[in-house]
């Protein structure tokens, strides 16, 4: 079992910046891959980005890559998402999830779920 903790939204101004953080309980958090969702307002939610177990291979959802960064620190049992030049549109409720092994873009593949963190980015 893996209990999961986001952090760090808030409410952002267009072209600033947030970092979110995805804190997780348990010994073996190394062996999880990680994955960041979103939910817009009115929408479906959507993948933003995932990290291998080891932080070693990343992806990231179409038109966020070079905006967005995941990264993890297995030691402190955190995930991050460095989020630069935000836009209106990236407003949504972001949660983080965890699956054992291989990492996947696949909101179905995660059985380990955060509550969210609301980012609002304001025009």
């Known amino acids: 079992q893996v209990q999961l903790a986001e952090s760090g939204g808030g409410l952002v101004q267009a072209a600033g910046s947030l970092s979110l953080s995805c804190t997780a309980s348990?010994?073996?958090?190394?062996?999880?891959?990680v994955g960041w969702f979103r939910q817009g307002p009115g929408q479906e939610r959507e993948f933003v980005a995932e990290s291998s177990a080891s932080g070693g291979s990343t992806s990231y959802g179409d038109s966020l890559k070079g905006r967005f960064t995941i990264s993890r620190d297995n030691a402190k049992n955190t995930v991050y998402l460095q989020m630069n030049s935000l836009k209106p549109e990236d407003t949504a409720v972001y949660y983080c999830?965890?699956?054992?092994?291989?990492?996947?873009?696949?909101?179905?593949?995660?059985?380990?779920w955060g509550q969210g963190t609301q980012v609002t980015v304001s025009s």
């Open positions: 348990g010994r073996t958090f190394s062996t999880y891959a």
């Open positions: 999830a965890a699956r054992f092994g291989s990492r996947s873009r696949s909101m179905s593949e995660y059985p380990y």
